[in-house]
T-cell receptor
Protein backbone atom coordinates (compact mmCIF):
# COMPACT_ATOMS: atom_id res chain seq x y z
CA UNK A 1 0.00 0.00 0.00
CA UNK A 2 1.24 3.46 -0.91
CA UNK A 3 -1.01 5.00 1.76
CA UNK A 4 -1.77 8.65 1.03
CA UNK A 5 -0.02 10.18 -1.96
CA UNK A 6 0.12 13.84 -2.99
CA UNK A 7 1.22 15.60 -6.14
CA UNK A 8 3.12 17.76 -6.75
CA UNK A 9 5.73 17.78 -3.97
CA UNK A 10 6.76 21.36 -4.69
CA UNK A 11 5.15 24.20 -6.63
CA UNK A 12 5.88 27.86 -7.21
CA UNK A 13 3.08 30.10 -8.46
CA UNK A 14 2.73 33.75 -9.28
CA UNK A 15 -0.03 35.76 -7.62
CA UNK A 16 -3.30 35.20 -9.47
CA UNK A 17 -2.38 31.84 -11.01
CA UNK A 18 -4.50 28.79 -10.36
CA UNK A 19 -3.57 25.23 -9.60
CA UNK A 20 -4.94 21.98 -8.25
CA UNK A 21 -3.29 19.83 -5.62
CA UNK A 22 -4.00 16.15 -5.99
CA UNK A 23 -4.44 13.58 -3.24
CA UNK A 24 -5.17 9.87 -3.45
CA UNK A 25 -5.40 7.08 -0.90
CA UNK A 26 -5.43 3.33 -1.43
CA UNK A 27 -6.64 2.27 2.01
CA UNK A 28 -10.35 2.27 1.11
CA UNK A 29 -10.94 5.08 3.56
CA UNK A 30 -14.20 6.98 3.55
CA UNK A 31 -13.07 10.32 4.96
CA UNK A 32 -10.45 12.65 3.53
CA UNK A 33 -9.03 15.99 4.66
CA UNK A 34 -6.95 18.93 3.50
CA UNK A 35 -4.77 20.86 5.96
CA UNK A 36 -2.29 23.66 5.73
CA UNK A 37 0.75 24.13 7.93
CA UNK A 38 2.36 27.53 8.33
CA UNK A 39 5.81 28.02 9.88
CA UNK A 40 5.93 27.33 13.61
CA UNK A 41 2.33 26.22 13.75
CA UNK A 42 0.30 23.09 13.86
CA UNK A 43 -1.97 22.05 11.04
CA UNK A 44 -5.25 23.80 10.31
CA UNK A 45 -8.15 22.17 8.51
CA UNK A 46 -9.14 23.69 5.17
CA UNK A 47 -11.83 21.30 3.89
CA UNK A 48 -12.88 17.77 4.53
CA UNK A 49 -14.96 15.07 2.92
CA UNK A 50 -16.67 12.76 5.37
CA UNK A 51 -17.62 10.35 2.60
CA UNK A 52 -17.72 10.16 -1.16
CA UNK A 53 -20.04 12.81 -2.52
CA UNK A 54 -19.83 15.17 0.46
CA UNK A 55 -17.52 18.04 1.29
CA UNK A 56 -17.55 20.66 4.01
CA UNK A 57 -15.57 23.66 5.17
CA UNK A 58 -12.99 23.49 7.88
CA UNK A 59 -11.30 26.23 9.85
CA UNK A 60 -9.65 28.17 6.98
CA UNK A 61 -11.59 27.54 3.71
CA UNK A 62 -11.39 30.99 2.10
CA UNK A 63 -9.60 30.99 -1.25
CA UNK A 64 -9.93 27.23 -1.77
CA UNK A 65 -12.28 24.77 -3.41
CA UNK A 66 -12.31 20.99 -3.24
CA UNK A 67 -13.59 18.07 -5.24
CA UNK A 68 -14.09 14.54 -3.99
CA UNK A 69 -13.62 12.90 -7.37
CA UNK A 70 -14.28 9.36 -6.14
CA UNK A 71 -13.62 7.38 -3.00
CA UNK A 72 -9.85 7.43 -3.59
CA UNK A 73 -9.23 11.01 -4.70
CA UNK A 74 -9.72 14.40 -3.10
CA UNK A 75 -8.34 17.51 -4.83
CA UNK A 76 -7.75 21.04 -3.56
CA UNK A 77 -7.95 23.97 -5.96
CA UNK A 78 -6.59 27.48 -5.63
CA UNK A 79 -8.46 29.61 -8.15
CA UNK A 80 -6.39 32.78 -7.77
CA UNK A 81 -3.32 32.20 -5.64
CA UNK A 82 -2.24 34.81 -3.10
CA UNK A 83 1.04 35.12 -1.15
CA UNK A 84 -0.92 34.34 2.03
CA UNK A 85 -1.48 30.85 0.64
CA UNK A 86 2.21 30.08 0.75
CA UNK A 87 2.26 27.05 3.00
CA UNK A 88 2.74 23.31 3.20
CA UNK A 89 -0.41 21.42 2.33
CA UNK A 90 -1.20 18.00 3.75
CA UNK A 91 -3.87 15.58 2.72
CA UNK A 92 -5.11 12.98 5.19
CA UNK A 93 -7.59 10.13 5.26
CA UNK A 94 -9.22 7.81 7.74
CA UNK A 95 -11.55 4.86 7.66
CA UNK A 96 -14.64 6.63 8.92
CA UNK A 97 -15.52 10.18 9.72
CA UNK A 98 -15.30 9.97 13.48
CA UNK A 99 -13.15 6.99 14.25
CA UNK A 100 -9.57 5.94 14.27
CA UNK A 101 -6.35 7.47 13.22
CA UNK A 102 -5.90 9.99 10.43
CA UNK A 103 -3.09 9.09 8.04
CA UNK A 104 -1.19 11.88 6.37
CA UNK A 105 0.40 12.26 2.96
CA UNK A 106 3.94 13.63 2.46
CA UNK A 107 2.79 17.19 1.83
CA UNK A 108 3.03 19.76 -0.97
CA UNK A 109 5.22 22.79 -0.41
CA UNK A 110 3.60 25.74 -2.21
CA UNK A 111 5.16 29.16 -2.67
CA UNK A 112 3.16 32.04 -4.11
CA UNK A 113 5.24 34.98 -5.29
CA UNK B 1 -12.94 25.46 19.61
CA UNK B 2 -10.81 23.38 21.90
CA UNK B 3 -7.54 24.94 23.03
CA UNK B 4 -4.51 22.65 22.85
CA UNK B 5 -1.34 23.64 24.67
CA UNK B 6 1.90 21.74 24.35
CA UNK B 7 4.92 22.09 26.58
CA UNK B 8 7.74 22.66 26.48
CA UNK B 9 7.89 24.50 23.14
CA UNK B 10 11.51 23.46 22.64
CA UNK B 11 13.61 20.66 24.05
CA UNK B 12 17.29 19.86 23.55
CA UNK B 13 18.40 16.41 24.63
CA UNK B 14 21.63 14.53 24.66
CA UNK B 15 21.46 11.12 23.03
CA UNK B 16 20.38 8.54 25.59
CA UNK B 17 18.37 10.93 27.75
CA UNK B 18 14.71 10.52 28.65
CA UNK B 19 12.06 13.19 28.29
CA UNK B 20 8.39 13.93 28.80
CA UNK B 21 6.23 16.07 26.53
CA UNK B 22 2.90 17.36 27.74
CA UNK B 23 -0.38 18.19 26.00
CA UNK B 24 -3.17 20.00 27.83
CA UNK B 25 -6.60 20.48 26.30
CA UNK B 26 -9.47 22.68 27.34
CA UNK B 27 -12.47 20.40 26.91
CA UNK B 28 -13.39 16.75 26.90
CA UNK B 29 -12.33 14.95 23.74
CA UNK B 30 -13.21 11.78 21.87
CA UNK B 31 -9.90 11.42 20.11
CA UNK B 32 -6.29 12.29 20.82
CA UNK B 33 -3.36 11.56 18.59
CA UNK B 34 0.39 12.12 18.83
CA UNK B 35 2.41 12.74 15.67
CA UNK B 36 6.08 13.13 14.92
CA UNK B 37 7.05 15.47 12.11
CA UNK B 38 10.54 14.54 11.02
CA UNK B 39 13.07 17.05 9.66
CA UNK B 40 11.88 16.24 6.12
CA UNK B 41 8.38 17.35 6.99
CA UNK B 42 6.73 13.95 7.03
CA UNK B 43 3.99 13.44 9.63
CA UNK B 44 4.19 10.07 11.31
CA UNK B 45 1.47 8.63 13.48
CA UNK B 46 2.74 7.70 16.91
CA UNK B 47 -0.33 6.99 19.00
CA UNK B 48 -4.09 7.08 18.84
CA UNK B 49 -4.79 7.43 22.55
CA UNK B 50 -8.04 9.04 23.73
CA UNK B 51 -7.46 7.45 27.13
CA UNK B 52 -5.14 5.04 28.89
CA UNK B 53 -1.55 4.11 28.24
CA UNK B 54 0.19 2.69 25.19
CA UNK B 55 3.76 1.78 24.42
CA UNK B 56 5.61 1.39 21.16
CA UNK B 57 9.30 0.62 21.55
CA UNK B 58 11.04 3.52 23.27
CA UNK B 59 7.95 5.69 23.09
CA UNK B 60 4.94 5.56 25.35
CA UNK B 61 1.95 7.78 25.92
CA UNK B 62 -0.60 8.28 28.65
CA UNK B 63 -3.85 10.21 28.39
CA UNK B 64 -5.82 11.14 31.51
CA UNK B 65 -9.02 12.23 29.87
CA UNK B 66 -10.76 13.27 33.09
CA UNK B 67 -7.92 15.71 33.83
CA UNK B 68 -7.55 16.81 30.20
CA UNK B 69 -3.93 16.06 29.54
CA UNK B 70 -1.71 13.62 27.75
CA UNK B 71 1.98 12.83 28.14
CA UNK B 72 4.43 11.46 25.61
CA UNK B 73 7.53 9.76 26.98
CA UNK B 74 10.69 9.34 24.97
CA UNK B 75 13.22 7.01 26.55
CA UNK B 76 16.86 6.53 25.54
CA UNK B 77 16.51 9.25 22.91
CA UNK B 78 18.26 8.91 19.57
CA UNK B 79 19.13 11.50 16.95
CA UNK B 80 16.35 10.09 14.76
CA UNK B 81 13.88 11.28 17.41
CA UNK B 82 14.58 14.89 16.41
CA UNK B 83 11.71 16.81 14.92
CA UNK B 84 8.44 18.32 16.04
CA UNK B 85 5.95 16.39 18.13
CA UNK B 86 2.32 17.36 17.73
CA UNK B 87 -0.65 16.56 19.87
CA UNK B 88 -4.04 16.73 18.13
CA UNK B 89 -7.44 16.37 19.75
CA UNK B 90 -10.95 15.99 18.47
CA UNK B 91 -14.31 16.55 20.07
CA UNK B 92 -17.12 14.95 18.12
CA UNK B 93 -20.50 16.64 18.49
CA UNK B 94 -23.55 14.43 18.39
CA UNK B 95 -24.71 13.83 14.80
CA UNK B 96 -21.85 15.83 13.36
CA UNK B 97 -18.25 15.66 12.31
CA UNK B 98 -15.15 15.64 14.34
CA UNK B 99 -12.18 17.83 13.40
CA UNK B 100 -8.65 17.41 14.65
CA UNK B 101 -7.34 20.46 16.51
CA UNK B 102 -3.54 20.60 16.60
CA UNK B 103 -1.29 22.08 19.22
CA UNK B 104 1.68 24.23 18.23
CA UNK B 105 4.09 21.37 18.79
CA UNK B 106 7.26 20.66 20.76
CA UNK B 107 10.50 21.03 18.79
CA UNK B 108 12.91 18.30 19.91
CA UNK B 109 16.60 18.29 19.05
CA UNK B 110 18.65 15.26 20.06
CA UNK B 111 22.38 15.84 19.96
CA UNK B 112 24.99 13.07 19.61
Amino acid sequence: NAGVTQTPKFQVLKTGQSMTLQCAQDMNHNSMYWYRQDPGMGLRLIYYSASEGTTDKGEVPNGYNVSRLNKREFSLRLESAAPSQTSVYFCASRRNRNTDTQYFGPGTRLTVL
Amino acid sequence: GIQVEQSPPDLILQEGANSTLRCNFSDSVNNLQWFHQNPWGQLINLFYIPSGTKQNGRLSATTVATERYSLLYISSSQTTDSGVYFCAVERIPADSWGKLQFGAGTQVVVTP
